[in-house]
DNA sequence: AGTTTGACAGCAC
DNA sequence: TGTGCTGCCAAAC
């Protein structure tokens, strides 16, 4: 487990996110306490890579589905699962499904 | 200590 | 609507 700060806090963010809601990247990075650091969190998922976190919650900005390591269908299908409509790579209703602390 | 690397965001075409 | 380019940031080299 990552042990800097700011991974800390990216991840503890992470495991806060309800089933079924999702988050933008740059939410995420504004909640851990670093506005515009949206890519750096996706740097930290990728190599935190810590099971049993909802890393298929966090989506691009505008409810894209952004990327997730080598299996970007996974991420649509668990948040189909949680009963998100995904459309052309897209959360449908993204603002209503949107996780706000 | 400087450079490269991305699970991003926003704006211009 | 879709594609491309630029700016940004923390972590790994």
Redesign the pocket.
């Known amino acids: 487990m990552?042990d800097?700060?700011?991974?800390r806090r990216v991840l503890r963010v992470v495991a806060r996110i309800p089933r079924g809601r999702v988050v933008?990247?740059?939410?995420v990075?504004a909640l851990a306490g670093?506005p515009?650091?949206?890519?750096?969190?996706?740097?930290?998922?990728?190599?935190?890579?810590i099971p049993g976190l909802p890393?298929?919650r966090?989506?691009?900005?505008?409810g894209?589905l952004?990327?997730?390591?080598r299996w970007p269908h996974v991420?649509a299908q668990l948040l189909a699962a949680e009963g998100l409509t995904i459309r052309?790579g897209r959360i449908a209703g993204f603002g209503n499904h949107r996780w706000q602390p």
């Open positions: 990552p800097s700060p700011f991974s933008a990247y740059g939410d990075a670093r515009g650091a949206a890519r750096a969190v996706g740097q930290v998922m990728r190599r935190a890579a890393y298929h966090v989506v691009a900005a505008g894209l952004g990327g997730f390591g991420k052309r």
